[in-house]
């Protein structure tokens, strides 16, 4: 069966920001440096301080990773949240999405840039970011940027965290022929061909046909009108005797009309299992 498309499809990308006294703010002690300035020297430009030891003024987190089979129920949302510390007045923080189909790095989906939102919140800042509508299979993660403003508007510390991944694996149904087993009825002259047909895949799988070839000859097609994930099927069918030595083949869906994850729909031969008349 054919890999299943990658095609980028709409996403919603949503923020929310809340700020203010939710949590004790990490104010840990730090001393400014001022510029030094000496006679016939430029004075120096002071550095952006690293952040302060003690509690985590920044966080990255995973708040949800919801997994479904409706492409519209599958959810991802990430958040940054930071403290205050000693010597800023305001807070920003982007959040940057980040997308990996199976077998590819991570890039930046179209719209998942984030932009600097910015708070004066006096203790915490989080800001939270919702995705939905996501493709799978892919993998979903965020890379949260945060900055400490003082009262003119420079930046006196900086801090970047990744967020862990929310992996959505994926959710089409994979079709396979389990077996096929055969007895003769009607006096010999004919074979009733039994075969277990099985959905090993993450979704259900919509009405597909199985056809069975005997001799070389394809038979009529059996239909399958569904089949639930995870489950199987047994179908009948009466056919010529398969004559000894030759293959007896199986195949679900050989006209691809499902979307099938990677590596379902493959047919399954066997010698034929009955015995030789001779």
Not at 43 to 50: D, H, K, L, N
Not at 252 to 266: F, V, Y
Request: aromatic content about 4%.
């Amino acid at each position: 069966m054919p890999a299943p498309s990658l095609t980028p499809r709409p996403r919603s990308f949503v923020l929310a920001a809340v700020c203010g006294l939710v949590l004790a703010g990490a104010a840990a002690a730090q001393a400014q440096r001022g510029a030094s300035t000496t006679t016939g020297t430029t004075p120096t430009t002071p550095a952006v301080a690293p952040l302060p030891s003690g509690p985590r003024p920044a966080m990255a987190s995973l708040d949800v990773c919801q997994v479904a089979v409706a492409q519209a129920d599958r959810v991802a949302t990430f958040s940054g949240e930071m403290g205050a510390i000693s010597g800023a007045k305001s807070m920003e923080i982007k959040v940057n999405v980040l997308e990996s189909a199976p077998g590819s790095g991570f890039t930046t989906p179209p719209g998942g840039a984030g932009t600097w939102q910015h708070s004066n919140a006096s203790k915490v800042y989080r800001l939270v970011r919702n995705l939905t509508n996501l493709d799978a299979p892919a993998s979903y993660k965020a890379n949260v940027s945060f900055r400490w403003l003082s009262a003119q508007g420079k930046v006196v510390a900086r801090a970047s965290k990744h967020t862990p991944t929310c992996v959505l694996p994926n959710e089409d149904p994979l079709l396979s022929i389990s077996s096929i087993a055969a007895r003769l009825v009607d006096r010999g002259q004919q074979a009733d061909y039994h075969v277990l047909v099985r959905n090993s895949g993450r979704g259900p799988a919509t009405s597909f046909p199985v056809v069975l070839v005997v001799n070389g000859a394809s038979q009529a097609p059996l239909t399958v009108p569904s089949l639930a994930a995870h489950t199987t099927i047994a179908l009948d069918e009466v056919a010529p005797v398969c004559t000894a030595g030759s293959s007896v083949t199986a195949e679900p869906d050989p006209q691809h009309t499902i979307t099938e994850a990677a590596g379902g729909g493959q047919p399954l031969s066997i010698s034929c299992p009955l015995p030789s008349s001779s």
